[in-house]
């Protein structure tokens, strides 16, 4: 597709994230509108959600309550600084997160994204042990095909090599454990694969290569999104909260995906019943309409910080927009919609059909793994020979042409709906992406 504005807009300047510009640039896909499920191109193409966004519009687009919430809230209080002051509504939300995560887990730090709430989680975490006499635990511990964001602390813990080659060496001392995936033993797996807890055993190996005394956390995603809905085996995520405790090493959850009902639940962690000790949120925070992210933690780690005289700064962190009131009520607003119209309970019960529908991709063309947990899965296709990434990619954009906005990475096609999508609405996308399946070299 041609640039519709192109006598008009001039696309050169903008250096866009994550893109191959220049061949953007030819053929740009160009939005001016979304309500529900649909976008709306400036040439006034209807396309079709498949990933919320960017795994964050979980309430659907323009939800009126959410979008009245933040008018109104900017015209009564523009900013308001997070440092040596606040205002009702971040306290009150601060209340809200914490009661409706995992007992212990009171304590809320508020950033303005995931790549923030990461960074943030592991200053805490190095901060904590520093606090408790422990500064030596400054080693970091990771996952392969783990993405944690684009800050220099997430993409150091992060294990997705294209994100790090021009980086340089990033933080010291950080580790990796394998990736959890194994196509042999994994594929077409429904949920939870029933192989691969051992891997989580690998910690052990890097405690004892490393010794525990120098390992301050373990961050890793209950299932990695951006690396391609790799689902965690049943029973692994157990296992690093078991090992985690033995060592008195903290375990990091990033949920910045799956928080907020993608797998019909506040978080994964109530989920898949694992606690960790510090849990990274943002995306469905707000619905993704005002940028923000908190970082939850259990309230032991913060009382570790608590010492000195009253007045002085436990904690020397913290953001100019931590706590925006624009997205404070985007939050509030956002939390209200999904209580009021049951939609953690509305994905709990759409996940059989979700995963049935998917499934039934599994014959197309070139499709070598279907993979599905919560309201988000993935079809890994094979890749073209000496072309890898080529066939994902020429299904996105495929897709979008017919109408449909779906993720590539790698040969990986990513899927996760708003919260909001039906029964109807699952058969209709599914069925566009499985005509672009029958119909892509």
Avoid at 14 to 41: C, D, H, I, V
Avoid at 72 to 94: K, T, V
Avoid at 224 to 253: D, N, Q
Avoid at 358 to 378: E, Q, S
Wanted: aromatic share 8%.
């Amino acid at each position: 597709m041609k640039n519709p504005l192109h006598n008009e807009l001039d696309l050169s300047s903008y250096w866009m994230p994550f893109t191959g510009n220049r061949a953007f640039k030819n053929e740009p896909r160009l939005m001016k509108s979304a309500q529900g499920l649909y976008y709306t191109t400036v040439d006034d193409r209807q396309i079709m959600d498949g990933m919320s966004g960017l795994w964050c519009c979980n309430a659907g687009h323009c939800h009126p309550h959410i979008v009245e919430a933040i008018r109104q809230a900017a015209g009564a209080l523009d900013y308001s600084p997070a440092f040596q002051m606040g205002h009702p509504e971040i306290f009150r939300l601060a209340e809200r997160l914490a009661n409706m995560m995992p007992d212990g887990m009171d304590a809320v730090f508020f950033t303005n994204s995931g790549s923030e709430s990461v960074d943030t989680a592991l200053k805490i975490a190095l901060g904590y042990h520093h606090a408790r006499g422990e500064a030596q635990r400054t080693r970091l511990v990771g996952r392969q095909r783990g993405y944690h964001g684009s800050g220099f602390g997430g993409t150091s813990v992060g294990g997705i090599g294209n994100n790090r080659t021009a980086a340089g060496p990033m933080l010291p001392g950080v580790l990796h454990l394998p990736e959890t995936y194994d196509a042999e033993h994994q594929a077409f797996s429904k949920g939870q694969p029933s192989w691969g807890a051992h891997l989580a055993n690998d910690l052990e190996r890097i405690i004892a290569s490393n010794h525990a005394s120098s390992i301050a956390a373990v961050i890793v995603e209950p299932f990695a999104g951006s690396g391609g809905v790799l689902v965690p085996p049943v029973g692994y995520l157990e296992r690093l909260r078991e090992i985690t405790e033995a060592h008195g090493i903290l375990l990091i959850f990033d949920e910045v995906i799956t928080a907020f009902g993608r797998l019909g639940w506040g978080s994964a962690a109530e989920r898949l019943g694992v606690v960790p000790d510090i849990m990274c949120t943002a995306k469905g925070l707000t619905s993704g309409t005002v940028p923000m992210g908190a970082v939850v933690v259990q309230e032991k780690i913060r009382e570790a910080f608590m010492t000195g005289p009253p007045a002085a700064i436990e904690f020397f962190h913290g953001y100019t927009y931590s706590g925006h009131p624009l997205a404070t009520a985007a939050a509030h607003a956002s939390l209200d919609v999904y209580e009021n119209e049951g939609l953690f309970e509305h994905v709990r019960g759409l996940e059989a059909s979700w995963e049935a529908g998917l499934h039934a991709l599994a014959n197309k063309p070139h499709v070598i793994d279907v993979r599905n947990i919560g309201l988000a899965g993935a079809v890994e296709l094979r890749p073209r020979d000496g072309a890898p990434t080529q066939r994902a990619m020429a299904v996105y954009r495929e897709a979008f042409d017919r109408g449909l906005l779906v993720r590539a990475t790698a040969d990986i096609v990513a899927l996760a709906p708003p919260l909001v999508i039906n029964e109807t609405e699952i058969d209709h996308m599914l069925g566009i992406l499985g005509d672009v399946l029958d119909d892509i070299d």
